[in-house]
């Protein structure tokens, strides 16, 4: 059984790195994700299947796919690329592109539970909400997410815990540089490569011991949603 006296400096610091970033992704996609699924749930917006369907493609595409997406859009030359410079942020191939990478792949998994909770509202609460005097914002704030927190933090345990292993996405925008971009995933790929497989499986051992964490708190989550709709 894995014990914290097995493991060495460098994993500790790898364990660091990536809650780190797994933690900074999941607060950075929370305001949009959450503000595009109400708008999923609630608003007969035009393109609303457009933009459904954009926002699932990081869940079909594979990730190396959706990191040469993003390393074109971040390219030296390109509007974002210049934009940044201009702003002095250093992005490819940095912890901030690691940040960027797993935000991206671990969006659907927040926007798709975030949804499915506020469509699960009885709309009659919220109109009674509004007939009392309470705009959009507040009708949100106060009545709609409150009733949809665990809808809602489910999804963000589901990002989090996509974040923590995601590997494709991540080595085409951040490369595999150690004590700057490697992750976890990234650090057993190259222990593996190398023949390490001792340190590799320990690796192994402690991401599965977070995804279990995370995944096991969001499945708790979600059966006592289920009994408080039923």
Known sequence: ?????????????????????????????????????????????????????????????PPTAVGLLLLELLGRGTLASRLLDRLGIEVLFSAKAVVLATAVMS?????????????????RLLGVART??????????????????????????????RALGEFGATIMVAGNIPGRTQTLALAIFQRAELA??????????????????????????IRRRARRSA
């Open 196 to 221: 390490h497989d001792g340190a590799a499986l320990r690796l192994v051992a402690i991401t599965v011991l977070l995804a279990f964490a995370a995944v096991g708190t969001t499945e708790l989550l």
């Open 107 to 123: 969006f659907p998994l927040l926007v798709r539970s975030a949804r499915t909770a506020f469509e699960e509202i009885d709309p």
């Open 1 to 61: 059984m894995l014990t914290p006296s097995d493991l060495t400096p460098e994993d500790f610091a790898l364990l660091g790195f990536t809650v780190k970033v797994a933690a900074l992704a999941t607060l950075a996609i929370l305001p949009p994700g959450i503000a595009l699924a109400w708008a999923l749930a609630r608003w007969n917006i035009p393109g609303k299947g457009l933009v459904e369907t954009l926002v699932s493609l990081p869940l079909v595409l």
């Open 132 to 161: 009392l005097g309470h705009g959009p914002i507040s009708v949100f704030a106060r009545v709609a997410l409150p009733l949809a927190w665990r809808g809602v933090t489910a999804g963000a345990l589901l990002a989090f815990s």
